[in-house]
């Protein structure tokens, strides 16, 4: 009599996205969607120099443009103490510029008008003089000790350096180098790209003079944090802000930090004393926003003749832009890039990362990327794929023989992390029959007499995935657990709230189906909220895959409370004492009599009618849930290409993606999920990139600049499953989100160097556009660093 | 998009249209199908004091293919009219073969084949085919029609030979000597990005030889390339392996490419003259069907 788990769409049903009736209806409802009365709308002025000192702003041309209501400046903010903000890696951020400004697309200043058109037409007549500085584009140049000082604002920041940061064992690892038969050397660039989520930033700024209460409409991933942090730079008491995030047109990453935009509407609306509107336009978001990656290697693995790893030796250094405004835990100031190798068992490693202030945007660490795990993984798979090359060793037995084994977990990484399941070697076993490798060799050959170049390149990692546990992992001081709140109406249906934010994952549909499967009430009758902070419990939002590992176990909890509870109620209808009743799906009984028993309906409407003595009304409450590690996903990517010799263009043959990301709630989400990450996995590896030329002007500024792949060129991909529960988490699930742009793009160009290998070309950095590779395969040398971006003849 | 303020006036007529823009005196923009206009009036890179609409005039959708196999395509003409006639595929196949690597399947829906030619872009598509088919645009004025011949109808990056109150009405293919045959090849980034580089080749066959042959490039100088003088090579004799090499090195050099973020000008030659040698050995292997 247990009711059919897929059919009232729980776990493990692929049951069609709630979200979509009413997207694929126009019938979202955007930040921009929003109107209130007496709104007045916002556009911000920025800077066309990277890097230049404000001799004068004026704007008094601007004031007399008709219906132009403020106009903001960064001395006006200054007398509020608003002209800078905190970031979320404890440094400082100009809101608007006052002294410089220190990037292209920098606020400048703000005009707030009755209408979006004379705001920019106003924008238009602010005459601002600057006076050129030298310009730093990448970090070489600002460790140059004659290099213009970026942050001459700070105290103690003579350069422009802003940390070294090491982890690991180097007396260790030196022995092992010593002791190698072979040291295997690469140098990479991961080039800067930018998430771009289709929807750009905006805010709606309400303030409310006579209740003295702040609301925001805005894009945020994390509103909590934001209300948190406009406490901080606003003073105004936390119970008087209300944050609310509608739906958002994505994210990555790209609307976890606070940008000057949010905090300028805010201030506006307070001395305006009217709702104030901004949207961001598409160039304003690609050139001003979080961006993820631009991270230089220097990498080296220390190696036994046979292939195994016997050490790791990294040193990075990362471009940070004018900001170190960085969305990650605040221990770790070059993300989690020591998650590198966690899927080898390596004896020993050590790292050294050291950031660099430059003349480009800030906000590193967006990107659906986990906290620069993107770079982390992509390295650690080059370097492999480097060493088997250099040792002749096949790429797939060099990884077999390096993995952890099924029976070694827990297994604690040479970095310290703790990871605890996995079946590596199964799941490479099944990519590589899939991809057919047992005779590619012979036909990669074939082909290559006959001119055709084939390469299949290989990329196999584990992630850490569901930040925190609170132990270790806080941002601005804010430990990073969870929540989830349900309410079971009395006819049984349900409004459950956490403190998570969709941007596309699906919570509508998947928080549902948890609840569905704890309690046996049908997905379809459980409504999923978030995104309003003053109703949804306080969580830290929704990036670095951490929806499921945290806010989807406090789903969980809640869901288990609200059936212990139930189960009381049920003793009591049933007349029979707690200890003799049993739990199926959707329904407790007597334990000597099946037949007798209550649907958890039952229950929920005695909880409002007919309750046992002594016990709280309702049914009703919340979980916060901390959870004791991270989750440690598994994916083996392999991609089957052919290269045109005559032009470079590279085509995938086939691409196969093995993941096991644990119990999966939704197969057909997860399956999204990846599709989306193996897109911008090849988006990067062959076209997405932002760069900057020599003075600082941003390459990459619009859509034809800055290329995100159609459908037209994005291979197909064959997905194929394995399940490792997790061992922690209550519903056995790991973290997927960004598995795939995390683990895509390696194998990409593993399969490009591979075709290559007979040429001796060791690396081409990513995109590998077809004008670089056919430079490689025309000189027999690497292709290192941005492309060029100047005319050169 | 926010666009500086504009005047908007939508004529009934050729004339009445003409009208407008000689009011403008220069400032007024004919908008057709809007794809590379409006997005220059969002990013305010453009800010016209009028848009002259001409959509609303009726008659100018036509393509006709003569007697003789000469075409007319009308200034309402969408890339996606071009990319679905059936009759083009086989009386004009550089038409057909560069149809569908215009733009995006959104562009060509609403952008239209003349006003393509018109924005002069380097790197346009139809500029470069209209080019190598050796056709004129049928221009019209206070004072009447005009033809400008293609090669002197782009002057520069986005200049052409119209007079501020000229509406360029029809593109003119001629009626081709024998058999019509070529292709169109371009190498883009992804779909919709500005070409790396694009050869348009159109040639007539007559006899089993080469009678006339149209090559021209796009994406590889600061405005379209007419290497037709380089294609000479080719003419009066049938398609072989050295006349195809030949001017495969011809046309490459014939290209003026600049080096920059979609490559190396050695790289750029050396895509032109695969693609010139790719199509023109194309040909080559189906003669026997077009000879």
């Known amino acids: ?793 | 998009m926010y666009p500086s303020r504009f005047g908007y006036e939508a004529p009934k007529s050729i004339e009445e249209a003409i009208g407008y823009l000689t009011a403008g005196a220069g400032e007024a923009k004919i908008l057709a199908g809007g794809q590379s206009l409006v997005p220059m009036l969002k990013l305010r890179f453009a800010a016209p004091e009028m848009l002259v609409d001409i959509n609303s005039i009726p008659g100018l959708d036509y393509i006709n293919i003569g007697a003789d196999g000469s075409i007319r395509i009308g200034a309402l003409v969408r890339h996606e009219d071009i990319e679905r006639s059936e009759e083009l595929k086989t009386a004009q196949p550089t038409l057909a073969a560069a149809a569908h690597l215009v733009a995006d399947p959104i562009v060509r829906t609403r952008g239209t084949f003349v006003g393509s030619v018109c924005h002069a872009d380097p790197q346009g598509d139809w500029a470069a085919a209209m080019t190598a088919l050796g056709g004129h645009i049928v221009v019209q004025g206070p004072k009447g029609k005009r033809e400008i011949a293609m090669k002197d109808f782009v002057l520069g990056p986005f200049q052409n030979a119209l007079a501020f109150n000229e509406i360029a009405i029809e593109a003119v293919i001629p009626a081709p000597q024998g058999t019509p045959v070529g292709s169109y090849l371009k190498l883009e980034r992804r779909v919709g990005d500005f070409a790396t580089a694009s050869v348009a080749v159109a040639l007539n066959i007559q006899g089993g030889n080469v009678v006339r042959a149209g090559i021209a490039l796009a994406g590889v100088g600061g405005r379209t390339i007419d290497a037709t003088e380089a294609a000479s090579v080719l003419v009066g004799k049938p398609l072989s392996e050295d006349s195809i090499l030949a001017a495969a090195e011809a046309v490459a050099a014939a290209a003026e490419p600049r080096t920059d973020h979609r490559g190396s000008s050695d790289y750029k030659r050396q895509i032109v003259k695969t693609f010139v040698s790719r199509i023109l050995t194309g040909i080559a292997n189906s003669e026997q069907k077009v000879a």
């Not at chain 1, 609307?255 to 961001?280: C, M």
Request: hydrophobic share 40%; proline share 5%.
């Open chain 1, 1 to 793: 009599m247990a009711l059919d788990e897929i059919k009232i769409g729980g776990m493990g049903a692929s049951r069609r996205r709630v979200e979509d009736n009413r997207f694929i209806r126009g019938k979202g409802n955007y930040v921009d969607d929003i109107v209130l009365p007496g709104m007045l709308h916002m556009e911000i002025l920025r800077s066309p120099m990277a890097h230049a000192r404000i001799k004068s702003i004026d704007v008094s041309a601007a004031w007399e443009v008709p219906g132009v209501r403020l106009v903001l400046t960064g001395e006006m903010m200054a007398a509020r103490n608003l002209a800078w903000m905190p970031t979320l890696s404890y440094d400082t951020q100009a809101v608007l510029a006052t002294d410089k400004v220190r990037f292209q697309g920098q606020e400048v200043a703000a005009v707030i008008a009755d209408d979006p058109y004379i705001a920019k037409d106003a924008c238009q007549k602010i005459v601002v003089e600057y006076e050129a500085l030298p310009v730093i584009v990448n970090p070489f140049q600002a460790m140059e000790a004659s290099s213009e000082l970026i942050r001459d604002d700070k105290e103690n920041q003579p350069t422009n350096k802003i940390f070294d940061w090491e982890i690991g064992d180097k007396e260790g690892t030196d022995k092992a180098f010593a002791a190698a038969d072979h040291v295997s050397k690469l140098e990479l660039h991961y080039p800067r790209s930018h998430p771009s989520p289709m929807e750009t930033c905006g805010s709606i700024a309400d303030f409310n003079r006579a209740t003295g209460k702040l609301t925001v409409y805005m894009t945020s991933q994390a509103p909590h944090i934001v209300r948190a942090a406009v406490a901080m730079v606003a003073e105004l008491p936390e119970h008087m802000i209300r944050i609310v995030s509608p739906d958002l047109g994505g994210g990555f990453g790209n609307k976890v930090p606070i940008y000057p935009g949010y905090v300028i509407s805010i201030l506006a609306s307070i001395l305006t004393e009217r709702p104030v509107k901004w949207i961001e336009d598409k160039t304003g978001n690609l050139i001003s926003t979080g961006f993820g990656r631009d991270v230089y290697l220097k990498g080296e693995l220390a190696l036994r003749k046979d292939g195994k790893i016997l050490g790791v030796r990294m040193n990075t250094i990362s471009d940070h832009g004018a900001f170190y405004a960085d969305a990650q835990p605040s221990k770790f100031k070059i993300g989690l890039m020591h998650s590198t190798f966690a899927a080898y068992d390596i004896p020993v490693a050590h790292l050294t990362s050291t950031g660099y202030y430059t003349n480009k945007a800030p906000g590193g660490v967006a990107y659906r990327c986990s906290f620069r795990v993107t770079e982390a993984m992509f390295f650690q798979e080059r370097m492999v794929q480097a060493a088997a090359d250099d040792l002749g060793i096949d790429q797939a037995e060099i990884r077999r023989m390096n993995f952890v084994k099924d029976d070694d977990f827990p297994h604690r990484t040479a970095f310290g992390f703790l990871t605890d399941s996995g079946q590596y070697e199964k799941c490479l076993n099944i990519g590589l029959e899939a991809i057919g490798y047992s005779t590619f060799k012979a036909e990669q050959e074939e082909a290559r007499k006959r001119g055709r170049l084939l390469g299949i390149g290989i990329s196999t990692m584990t992630e850490p995935l569901g930040a925190g546990n609170s132990k270790e992992y806080d941002i601005l001081g804010i430990k990073m657990f969870d929540s989830a709140e349900l309410r079971v109406h009395m006819s049984g249906k349900a409004i459950l709230r956490t403190g998570a934010m969709n941007q596309g994952q699906g919570h509508q549909t998947t928080w549902a189906q948890i609840v569905a499967h704890e309690l046996g009430i049908p997905a379809d009758d459980v409504t999923v909220e978030e995104g309003d902070t003053d109703t949804a419990p306080f969580g830290m939002g929704t990036y670095a895959s951490r929806s499921t590992p945290v806010a989807g176990a406090a789903v969980a909890m809640v869901s288990r409370k609200i059936r212990a509870k139930a189960r009381k109620i049920a003793a009591h209808l049933l007349e029979v004492s707690e200890e003799d009743i049993e739990w199926e799906l959707g329904r407790f009984y007597v334990r000597s009599n099946h037949e007798r028993g209550v649907t958890i309906q039952d229950c929920a409407m005695a909880a409002y009618s007919n309750l046992p003595d002594g016990m709280e009304p309702g049914l009703e409450n919340n979980a916060y849930y901390d959870p004791p590690n991270l989750t440690w996903p598994f994916a083996c990517y392999i991609a089957k290409v052919e290269i045109d010799p005559e032009t470079g263009v590279w085509d995938v043959l086939q691409f196969v993606a093995v993941d096991d990301c644990g119990v999966r709630i939704n197969p057909m989400v997860v399956e999204g999920q990846i599709m989306g990450g193996l897109t911008e996995a090849y988006a990067m590896s062959s076209m997405q990139y932002q760069t900057y030329d020599e003075e600082g002007n941003c390459i990459g500024s619009n859509y034809m600049d800055y290329l995100l792949p159609t459908a037209w060129e994005t291979p197909g991909f064959e997905l194929y499953e394995v399940v490792t529960p997790c061992p922690h988490h209550p519903i056995g699930a790991k973290g997927i989100g960004e598995c795939a742009t995390v683990g895509g793009p390696a194998a990409f160009v593993n399969a490009v160097m591979d075709a290559l290998k007979h040429t001796g070309v060791r690396n081409i950095d990513m995109p590998m556009m077809p004008n670089r590779v056919y430079e490689a395969l025309q000189t027999g040398k690497d292709i290192s660093g941005m492309p060029p971006v100047r005319s050169g003849d």
